[in-house]
């Protein structure tokens, strides 16, 4: 079964630092997004992308965070100067329109 | 009203025992409706979807009310592997295409021996 690859798995780094989270979606789907859960709360959406443009984001995709498909097979998250409520676990998904989610197994990504 | 809201929890059960979670959504316009199923940080997992006529997956059943804006999930015959925090989701109207969804907060259940 195709499946959603993130990388790393886990990642600590220290506040002020510039992160890069990856994730290799499945091949042949075009609807690519970044979410976020926060130890013992919900999963938030941050942003869909979609034609290697934005197409919705939430109020926390905030100027810090930035995203990229730099060639036909990655799709990254760009958080630029962490905090420490940066830290989450980030979910990278893709469907193909217009359901039919394929999760990632996540980064926990750790700010201290 | 939340945009998407579950019962709180925790739900403690033995196995063979019979739970239904419950979940309200704000927005009357939604279309799609799901639950998911999420182990101890992993991730998300699809559950089934849920159609207006209600539907069946083995021992899960789905119903959707929408008058009362408001979706249950009944697991009949609870097994230890059913321990998980069941998600509600309920994505705004789609525009354009991409479908973000927005998940309720979760409800824990813990199935004992």
């Known amino acids: 079964e195709p499946e959603v690859t993130q990388t790393p798995s886990h990642q600590v780094t220290q506040m002020g630092q510039e992160v890069i989270l990856r994730c290799v979606p499945i091949s042949n789907h075009l609807y690519f997004y970044w979410y976020r859960q926060i130890l013992g709360q919900k999963v938030e959406f941050l942003v869909s992308f979609y034609n290697n443009e934005i197409s919705e984001k939430s109020e926390i995709f905030d100027d810090q965070f930035s995203v990229e498909r730099p060639d036909g097979s990655n799709f990254t998250l760009k958080i630029r100067s962490t905090k420490l409520e940066d830290s989450a676990m980030y979910f990278c998904a893709s469907s193909p329109p217009p359901t039919g989610y394929t999760f990632g197994s996540g980064t926990r990504l750790t700010v201290v | 009203r939340k945009e998407v809201e579950q019962d709180p929890g925790p739900f403690n059960v033995p196995e063979g025992a019979t739970v239904a979670f419950n979940c309200t959504y704000s927005?009357?316009?939604?279309?799609?409706f799901f639950w998911y199923r999420q182990d101890c940080r992993k991730e998300p997992k699809l559950l089934m979807s849920v159609y207006s006529s209600g539907n069946e997956d083995g021992r899960f059943t789905a119903q959707l009310n929408r008058a009362s804006q408001y979706i249950s999930l009944l697991i009949r015959d609870s097994k230890l592997s059913d321990s998980a925090t069941y998600l509600c989701?309920?994505?705004?109207?789609?525009?354009?295409?991409?479908?973000?969804?927005?998940f309720g907060k979760g409800t824990k259940l813990t199935v004992n021996p």
């Open positions: 989701v309920v994505p705004p109207p789609s525009q354009g295409g991409s479908e973000k969804l927005v």
């Open positions: 927005n009357s316009a939604s279309q799609s």
